[in-house]
């Protein structure tokens, strides 16, 4: 079995920063790409930033610049760091990863999801 958990999210400021974590644990072969999406309340889940197993990285617009992707391959981890919070980031974030768990094809697994709130 294959589990994703993210930690890291709370209340914030507008114009604060959070750092969140994802880790990968189970019986994994390898991963592949990995990224963050984002569902604010009454919309649908979208892509807030992605990175390849060589380290490429995409952001969506919205968060371009303020919002940093990294990963740790030998930790199976993924992190999002987020700088200049704005209300309109607050959000359940979660984390996904395409991976090949042992004796599977590859597939697409996610985090439970974590709550990122940005107010004053």
């Known amino acids: 079995q294959v589990q994703l958990v993210e930690s890291g999210g709370g209340l914030v400021q507008p114009g604060g920063s959070l750092r969140l974590s994802c880790s990968a644990s189970?019986?994994?072969?390898?991963?592949?790409?990995m990224g963050w999406y984002r569902q604010a309340p009454g919309k649908q889940r979208e892509l807030a930033a992605a990175i390849t197993s060589g380290g490429s990285t995409n952001y969506a617009g919205p968060v371009k610049g303020r919002f940093t992707i990294s990963r740790d391959h030998a930790k199976n981890m993924l992190y999002l760091q987020m700088n200049s919070l704005k209300p309109e980031d607050t959000a359940v974030y979660y984390c996904?990863?395409?991976?090949?768990?042992?004796?599977?094809?590859?597939?697409?697994?996610w985090g439970q999801g974590t709550q990122v709130t940005v107010s004053s």
């Open positions: 996904n990863a395409d991976l090949w768990a042992g004796g599977t094809s590859l597939a697409r697994y």
């Open positions: 189970g019986t994994i072969f390898s991963i592949n790409a």
